[in-house]
């Protein structure tokens, strides 16, 4: 047996969610609605110097709606002294607005206290912005209550700020009340709110059978869909949960999809890259790689990862490779064993490597696995066993069967039993696998055979076949047909055999001949046997070729009998030479029964020294006897003898 490791592991990384404070003045500078009314559609036409200019002399005269304006304006541009006095001026003549922007400007200034006051006097007097601004700044300070009432105070006003401030300090506490207010921020247009929403939803509708939002890696390879033998890219881009969520809440996650678009329409870079990985999931390529360039010209790494294998699956490597340096370049370890997975396919074991160390420097564990790979292939043992183990330590469970594998190779079956356990205590199902090899081979066949259904379990077809053939021993039909039926589905040509032969044994004997009857169906067993035998097994070659010829098809019986021959089956030599006998070819037969001879099929030899005597050929004759009797079995062994003593008698007649 062949001891099993799956590299096509499937990692999994934390949800990202951005939690900012949203510090930038220009959130909570408030304009006058004076102001706003006063300028109407005259200032569409102004240029800011003009409306500045016109501001600046009505502020000079004292115009305390002028002063606020004007106070906004340079506080916005930046010029602090210029708008504190205009400020202080209008919110003395209890301008709301003014009040407010004094507050940004000494919090700007290093006023935090300060700026708390003049806030309270504008959030009493009705300021949606100061009740956020004030909310904020007790927060800061760990007065979750005041900052609760104040936060509030602007959320009920309809400020889309102070609704998210709102959500965000509710989420904390694990208020459910936080996602009524994450709705009402995201109703008006808040692209972070609208993102949460859309993470809350999806992780309701899917906690059931998933647990909370995660995102799956896997290897330069999606998972269930890429696997097969290479190195561990570390994962494509978030693949979200699919599948798993129960009956009803379709509705959830089409709610939660429907946010993910309007936040990722709004410029948010992850809520793109999430409704990217959606798409991708459901098969809609194309709109998913527009959402992954999109996040990944923002700067998301993971869209730049995702987008790279998204090129590539569509044949594009050259721009695949492109994408992932610029993931790789900004930290992304996923890519950056991507890249070293694509020069490795190429031979540029040295570049690859420095990709690979690039990829664990960026805390992915699948570099040092990968590493491990490389010096593998390159039967750099000890460099690779270096690898494994530090790979292994940091929790990677194929690192650690790899590593148990490469002990086992060793002679070191004491070693590599608890890495082999560790790793199929992670999930591991090649380890498993493993375990019951090493307990087999130590003739503990109840722990392997337990290891063996532990790896069945999770589809694992060659550790299928090994608890059919356990169930078969120990009688148990029933259950060794369920298990031989997995196995022989995934591929196992082995158990189609033994499930053809299961099956065979079960049907009744056939009855005699009828002339003119119609021809029967294939049987299920014979449909196994084929199966197996196009898979290149050699004793199901020959049964279908003895199947085929009870049924009278000659040549298709010389197909398969040939094929089991060539690939060296004695007994497909054999029946070959008795297919091509009673067609007249005997030349040709003998040559198929010296090579079953050869290979010690007795009935051959029997069969070359009759076709010897009968040519006159005593002495040949006498040989191929005394390797029959050799052979066996008995009843061939026992007519080589009588054959041979006649052949004797002859000689010294």
């Known amino acids: 047996m062949v001891f099993m490791g799956d590299r096509a592991t499937l990692l999994e990384t934390g949800r990202f969610v951005q939690r900012h404070a949203g510090n930038a003045a220009d959130e909570i500078i408030e304009a006058a609605e004076a102001v706003d009314a006063a300028v109407d559609t005259t200032a569409e036409q102004e240029t800011e110097a003009e409306t500045e200019a016109r501001h600046r002399l009505a502020a000079e005269k004292g115009d305390a709606a002028s002063m606020s304006v004007l106070g906004a304006l340079l506080l916005r541009r930046g010029d602090l002294d210029g708008a504190e006095p205009y400020l202080r001026g209008a919110t003395t003549q209890g301008d709301r607005a003014a009040a407010n922007n004094l507050g940004v400007l000494l919090h700007q200034r290093g006023y935090p206290d300060e700026a708390a006051g003049w806030w309270r006097v504008a959030a009493v007097a009705g300021s949606a912005p100061a009740a956020h601004a004030l909310g904020r700044h007790h927060r800061e300070r760990g007065d979750e209550p005041a900052a609760e009432y104040w936060l509030r105070q602007a959320a009920e006003q309809g400020h889309a700020l102070g609704a998210y401030a709102l959500a965000d300090l509710l989420e904390h506490r694990s208020d459910v009340g936080a996602e009524r207010w994450l709705r009402a921020a995201a109703e008006q247009g808040h692209r972070e709110a609208a993102y949460r929403l859309a993470l809350a939803l999806e992780r309701r509708a899917t906690e059931p059978s998933r647990g909370p939002h995660a995102y799956d890696t896997g290897t330069g390879l999606r998972p269930g869909a890429r696997t097969g033998g290479g190195p561990v890219a570390g994962g494509e881009g978030p693949l979200v949960a699919a599948g798993g969520a129960p009956a009803g809440d379709a509705d959830g996650l089409a709610e939660a999809e429907q946010w993910f678009r309007q936040a990722a329409a709004r410029g948010h870079r992850r809520a793109a890259l999430h409704l990217g990985a959606i798409l991708e999931k459901r098969g809609e390529l ?216 299961l099956l065979d044994a079960r049907r009744p004997a056939p009855g005699p001949a009828v002339l003119g009857a119609p021809r029967e169906e294939k049987s299920e067993c014979e449909e196994w046997y084929e199966r197996a035998a196009e898979q290149g097994h050699r004793r199901a070659q020959v049964r279908v070729g003895m199947l085929a010829a009870g049924r009278g098809d000659v040549a298709e019986a010389a197909r398969w009998y040939r094929e089991a021959a060539e690939a060296g089956s004695r007994n497909g030599a054999f029946n070959l030479g008795l297919l091509l006998a009673r067609e007249g070819a005997e030349r040709e037969a003998a040559l198929w029964w010296t090579r079953a001879a050869h290979a010690g099929h007795g009935r051959a030899a029997l069969r070359l020294a009759l076709l010897a005597a009968r040519r006159g050929e005593l002495t040949e004759g006498r040989r191929w006897c005394d390797r029959a009797v050799e052979l066996g079995p008995a009843e061939v062994a026992e007519r080589a003898a009588r054959l041979s003593e006649a052949l004797h008698q002859e000689l010294t007649a």
């Open 286 to 501: 194309k709109e998913a790689g527009r959402w992954y360039l999109s996040s990944a010209k923002d700067g998301e790494a993971k869209a730049a990862c995702a987008l790279g294998f998204l090129l590539r699956d569509a044949g594009d490597e050259e721009s695949a490779a492109v994408w992932w340096l610029r993931a790789a370049q900004d930290g992304d370890g996923n890519a950056a064993n991507a890249l070293g997975a694509l020069h490795a396919a190429r031979g540029e074991q040295q570049t690859a490597e420095r990709w690979y160390r690039a990829a664990m420097d960026a805390g992915d564990v699948n570099g040092a696995y990968n590493l491990g790979l490389l010096c593998a292939a390159q039967e750099r043992t000890a460099q690779a066993e270096q690898w494994y183990r530090r790979a292994a330590y940091a929790g990677h469970r194929e690192a650690a069967n790899a590593l148990a594998v490469l002990l086992l190779q060793a002679g070191d079956a004491n070693g590599a039993e608890p890495w082999f356990s560790k790793a199929a205590e992670a999930g591991s199902v090649d380890a498993a696998f493993n375990l019951g090899i090493l307990y087999a081979g130590r003739d503990d066949d109840r722990t392997a055979l337990t290891w063996y259904e532990r790896a069945a379990a999770a589809g694992h077809t060659e550790a299928a076949l090994q608890v059919g053939i356990a169930r078969l021993r120990d009688g148990d039909e029933q259950t060794a047909e369920r298990h031989l039926r997995c196995a022989a589905g995934g591929g196992s040509a082995e158990a189609a055999y033994r499930l053809a032969t």
